[in-house]
């Protein structure tokens, strides 16, 4: 074993509003600036089938006006702040960067838009506008774009993982009402279902007193009870064929892996990196450099929060067959099934794992993002031990996870024709 | 007391920015190292800088193929020698070819260097760009290529850089056949001349402390000597096209990519850092004039913004969206407006007191650690400029005033002599 055990620490300090507001602080003086990062506990997942999209939807509706600041952007600008967010399928994230000693203005912004929004009409109008806008970009006018909404479908049944973030189609969007989104609003944004991180150059004293005076007032609201529909068992292969107006065929195999918390879950985290991890990895070397089968090839972990998901994804070089491209993955997920990976390979994963949680810290950022992460699952300081998780992981416990999950009977395989034109 | 939430807390417009220079060590064999030691994490980042040779329109390729491949074999190490050896260390090599200058790149723990590094030496010194991984490479891009053709976004900044610099690196976009033009020898001759002590910078960022000064000397000092025959590094002049609107129609686009703008002053003019405020208030932020408009008011786009190039023949202003197709034409005539409006109305005190807050802020904010140091050192430094250039850029951020702003986009914004590209429909 060459890594040397080095016990990460991102030091933090933990207290909790009377209206259930968990607030979490990161003093770090070494920067001039700070971050306020608030984490709602709430996805894509959590929308209606009938009302996709929303989650999403809704975050740029967030930056439409709240009830006492009609407009969100310009006063945190003015105090040379930048701001962004980003909804995944099952979170929202809002965060802050500014000089330290503005802060409270932070505080100012956030707070009041977790009190009560605006709720204009003219923002709802121009935001359904602006999410089109951005499901075209993204999903349909570029060449595979709409790969996401025909795989997820194919791998999920039932949970509401079944779809993307930006919703199972256009009209969702535009159906959506302003009754939804005060609904969805009281349902989801108030103090209990969020998570919030100050970082930076801040006190935990100054932190406090500013958390107390602009969020203690807010009513707690009600705790979400999420109740997800579990997703059955697969038990055989799904495959569907697809064709578009695209230069090169694409491959996709996807199978049910365990999620984010679930045992066997950092294990299929290092087999992806195995397979697929720089210019060292199997299928690079083996399926792109040595066999000349693809002119590109991944294979990622979703890392979903509840039942996960594992994808390997290549375009084959121009004349090689499909059959061809999907037997040489099949054999190269089989050896991983069959033969112990090489001490040699296990430890190059663990130690870029490793080195990529250093790197890390150097972000305030990121630090502010993984805590809020983290204390959702439970326990903020769950960061301070994932590389412990990783550096214990045995060859054993890899193959188990890899016959696990790489089976015929738990594979979803999209093919993406090019049609010729 | 109640809390009032109307009202905005008070605050304080940054006044200072303290950046960190670093020191300066000319090695043995001409080529120059800089060094910024801070930080707390053992770590480096270290970058070996080139400024790429004259571009030769017959073999349009060689400075970025030889980039991109310096990962792919050395007279000692095959490419997966190379891979592996710098994965089990757990660092990142990463090659990166620019329009003046390409660069190769390690991230690497300090307890490692003494491993990682010799892997650098060997692939800047002596890779041999092996006939078979060159092939590969010239087929896995011709592949890669035909996908980015297919996205507007893409093509429309191909034809821009094309209008705009002509024959050259930078209106270089490369076409299926002109990968049919890379020979193995041409290469090896080009990797001899370009990567060379006297045509090196290089830049270490990090916890750098004297042993690792020394490892990087003993690896890169003396026994790393140039060629005889200088680089040549001089480009030809940008020759701009006659032809000022380009529209490549995509008959089923549901969206039209736009990309508009001209030629511009570069950094070392002195009214860039002026320029770089009027930028900020057309297009540069997310509640620039353009997201206002085009974004947030008509919801015609996810997101707009312009921007401005500084490079060592020439700069460009150029604005850039991709808009529902059915309102392209719309979308031109309000940015067309918005120019207009930065050139006959001044701008209000209090949107310009936000953006010079703003810019203030943002440039604080992107002092996020030592490599970030060392990026704004990279700045100046290549576009010929020293420090004072900060000193300058922040005073005028704090002090132009909206009478100059709008003599400034009367100087440099006529709209005539904008080059506009659509690709989709218009």
């Not at chain 1, 996401?148 to 189609?169: D, F, N, Q, S």
């Not at chain 1, 998570?195 to 707690?220: C, D, Y």
């Not at chain 2, 310096?70 to 490419?79: F, P, Q």
């Not at chain 2, 890669?144 to 821009?160: G, M």
């Amino acid at each position: 074993m060459l890594s040397v055990f080095r016990y990460y620490m991102v030091k933090f300090n933990r207290f909790i509003l009377a209206n259930g507001l968990r607030v979490i602080v990161h003093e770090d003086h070494t920067t001039p600036m700070a971050v306020l990062n608030i984490l709602y506990d709430v996805g894509a997942r959590d929308e209606d089938p009938e009302k996709t999209g929303f989650a999403h939807l809704f975050e740029h509706l967030m930056f439409g006006g709240s009830v006492n600041i009609p407009q969100y952007d310009e006063p945190l600008q003015r105090v040379g702040g930048e701001n962004n967010a980003f909804t995944t399928n099952d979170i929202t994230n809002y965060y802050i960067t500014l000089p330290a000693e503005n802060i409270e203005t932070a505080f100012w912004l956030e707070s009041d838009r977790m009190l009560n929004l605006a709720f204009s009409e003219k923002s709802l109008e121009v935001q359904r506008n602006v999410v089109i806008e951005e499901f075209k970009q993204r999903y349909l006018n570029q060449p595979y774009g709409d790969v996401w909404l025909k795989l997820r479908p194919m791998v999920y049944k039932k949970h509401p993982y079944r779809w993307a973030t930006i919703g199972k189609e256009v009209k969702h969007i535009e159906d959506a009402r302003i009754e939804d989104v005060k609904a969805f609003f009281k349902q989801h944004y108030n103090p209990q279902n969020a998570i919030m991180v100050v970082g930076g150059n801040i006190s935990i004293e100054r932190a406090k007193e500013l958390a107390e005076k602009w969020f203690g007032p807010i009513p707690a609201g009600e705790k979400y009870h999420r109740e997800l529909p579990k997703e059955p068992m697969q038990t055989e292969a799904r495959r569907e064929t697809t064709s578009a107006k695209v230069p090169l065929n694409d491959l996709y195999i996807a199978f049910h892996m365990p999620g984010r918390l679930e045992a066997g879950y950092y294990e299929l985290d290092l087999v992806s990196d195995i397979l697929s991890r720089g210019n060292s990895s199997r299928l690079y070397r083996n399926l792109v450099k040595d066999k000349q089968l693809f002119s590109e090839i991944h294979a990622y972990n979703m890392g979903s929060f509840d039942s996960g998901m594992f994808v390997v994804e290549g375009k084959p070089i121009e004349g090689v067959s499909i059959e061809t491209a999907e037997a040489a993955i099949w054999e190269e997920l089989e050896k991983i099934k069959t033969e112990p990976v090489p001490d040699n390979e296990l430890t190059k994963v663990k130690n870029k794992t490793e080195s990529t949680m250093v790197f890390s810290e150097m972000s305030l950022l990121d630090k502010a993002m993984n805590l809020a992460t983290f204390e959702l699952f439970g326990d903020a300081d769950m960061l301070n031990h994932e590389t412990e998780k990783y550096l214990a992981i045995t060859e054993q416990q890899i193959q188990e996870q890899a016959q696990q999950v790489f089976r015929k009977e738990n594979s979803s395989t999209l093919v993406y024709l090019a049609e010729s034109h | 007391m109640t809390l009032n939430r109307k009202t905005a807390p008070q605050f304080q417009p940054v006044e200072q920015i303290s950046l960190i220079r670093p020191e300066h060590i000319k090695l043995d064999n001409g080529s120059n190292l800089f060094i910024f030691n801070s930080g707390d994490q053992e770590l480096v980042r270290i970058e070996w800088i080139f400024h790429n040779l004259r571009f030769d329109p017959a073999k349009p390729l060689l400075n970025v193929a030889v980039n991109s491949m310096l990962t792919e074999g050395t007279s000692s190490r095959t490419a997966s020698e190379i891979a592996d050896q710098i994965d089990f260390y757990g660092g990142f090599l990463q090659v990166d070819y620019g329009y003046d200058t390409s660069q190769v790149v390690l991230f690497s723990l300090n307890r490692h260097l003494p491993k990682t590094l010799p892997v650098m030496k060997d692939i800047i010194t002596d890779s041999i760009f092996p006939q078979n991984e060159l092939d590969t490479f010239i087929r896995n891009q011709q592949q890669k290529l035909q996908v980015s053709l297919q996205k507007n976004d893409i093509v429309a900044r191909r034809k821009f850089n094309k209008a705009l610099y002509g024959d050259t690196l930078y209106g270089l976009g490369a076409d299926f056949d002109d990968y049919k033009t890379l020979h193995r020898e041409d290469m090896l001759a080009h990797f001899r001349q370009m990567y060379q002590p006297s045509n090196c910078t290089i830049v270490v960022a990090g916890k750098v402390d004297q042993t690792i000064v020394d490892l990087i000397k003993s690896s890169f000092g003396s026994d790393w000597i140039s060629h005889p025959v200088k680089a040549d590094t001089h480009q030809p002049e940008l020759t701009p096209n006659e032809e000022h609107f380009y529209f490549i129609e995509k008959p089923d686009a549901l969206q039209s990519a736009i990309r508009m703008g001209l030629p511009m002053i570069t950094r070392q003019h002195l009214d860039f850092p002026a320029l770089q405020v009027l930028n900020t208030v057309l297009g540069g932020y997310f509640g620039s004039r353009l997201m206002a408009n085009i974004r947030e008011d008509k919801g015609y786009t996810y997101g707009i913004g312009s921007g401005l190039s500084s490079l060592k023949k020439g700069g460009a202003m150029f604005i850039a969206s991709e808009v529902g197709a059915d309102v392209c034409r719309d979308a031109v005539n309000e940015i067309e407006k918005e120019i207009t409006i930065l050139k006959t109305e001044l701008i209000p005190d209090d949107e310009l007191a936000l953006v010079r807050n703003y810019m203030m802020g943002s440039l604080l904010g992107s002092l996020e650690n030592v490599f970030s140091h060392a990026d704004k050192f990279k700045n100046i430094y290549f576009s010929g400029v020293d420090y004072d250039y900060y000193d300058r850029y922040t005073d005028v951020v704090k002090s132009v005033t909206a009478e100059e702003l709008l003599q400034l986009a009367n100087k440099y914004l006529d709209l005539d002599k904008f080059y506009k590209v659509i690709v989709g429909k218009y």
